[in-house]
């Protein structure tokens, strides 16, 4: 609670400051010399409920539907030794890491991948794929269920949906001043808005999002290199490292796009294109687990 009151403060706290920058750089004239009657602060609010709303709806619903786009199957009652062991482990790291026993579910996919999601560290979901299961030794799921575990523990599911919403936010809020002042100053529309208004907003909405999806990505780079430590200290440096050598032998299998930040890995992107990865090239992870391997000798 105290992380989402401190990003909804910080939030605020921007659009204030922007609010106040549009009025000092003389936006508001500009807009109000040419007949506009856009209501900035009103958009500031618009925007942030807009913004943070479709964000944490996300998040709440986020098992869900995991559970629906990968098939996954929660395990109630352990069926054979594999389930049994595997709800075993995570309940052991569970204790270790101090939260709620997660739900455990696998689902159908011959392809190496893990995920974990929820709308809080207390209630979330951490699914692994059968290929995970048939082609790792326990040693190596064991790393790559404590790098998933890492990643409820640290609250990424809730830090990245908050630092997605301030990102909504602030997209949801130019795209429309955009479209404003093309519709108003430029095409000198006054009677209500225009094709020129919805047209601009839209394409706007389009180029900034993607723009603004550099940020969330790299946010998310970042905190793999952390679940990957979380992992190698429940399951050991070698273990996790050779789990991540394992995944580099054969790319993972892309998750949907709702689940692939908290994915084991995905498939690299080549040249400017990285901007938008939600993991870090699997044999830079590698580098920096080895490295921290020999210094904690």
Do not use: C
């Amino acid at each position: 609670m105290q992380r989402i009151f401190l990003f909804l403060v910080t939030n605020i706290a921007i659009m204030v400051i922007l609010s106040i920058t549009l009025r000092i750089l003389g936006v508001e004239s500009l807009l109000a010399q040419n007949g506009s009657d856009l209501n900035i602060n009103a958009l500031v609010i618009f925007s942030g409920l807009f913004g943070f709303g479709g964000a944490f709806i996300s998040l709440a619903i986020s098992k869900w539907m995991a559970k629906r786009m990968t098939g996954a199957k929660v395990i109630d009652q352990p069926t054979n030794n594999v389930e049994k062991w595997l709800i075993e482990t995570v309940e052991k790291q569970a204790g270790i890491v101090g939260i709620k026993m997660p739900e455990v579910a696998i689902f159908p996919s011959p392809q190496m991948n893990a995920f974990a999601t929820g709308a809080s560290k207390n209630n979330a979901l951490v699914a692994v794929s059968q290929g995970l299961l048939d082609n790792m030794n326990k040693g190596e799921v064991e790393a790559v269920v404590g790098h998933e575990m890492s990643h409820v523990a640290n609250g990424d599911m809730v830090t990245l949906t908050l630092i997605q919403g301030v990102v909504n936010t602030f997209v949801i809020f130019f795209s429309r001043v955009i479209g404003h002042l093309v519709d108003r100053v430029i095409l000198k529309n006054q009677r209500g808005y225009g094709i020129g208004y919805f047209v601009t907003t839209i394409f706007a909405q389009i180029v900034l999002s993607i723009l603004a999806s550099v940020v969330v990505m790299y946010f998310s780079r970042k905190r793999e290199y952390v679940a990957d430590t979380g992992g190698a200290d429940l399951a050991g440096h070698e273990n996790m490292i050779n789990a991540l050598k394992r995944l580099a032998q054969k790319e993972p299998e892309a998750l949907p796009e709702q689940l692939a930040a908290f994915g084991i890995g995905e498939k690299p992107k080549a040249g400017w294109r990285q901007l938008w990865s939600s993991h870090p090239p699997l044999e830079l992870r590698i580098e920096a687990l080895e490295k921290r391997a020999n210094n904690s000798k």
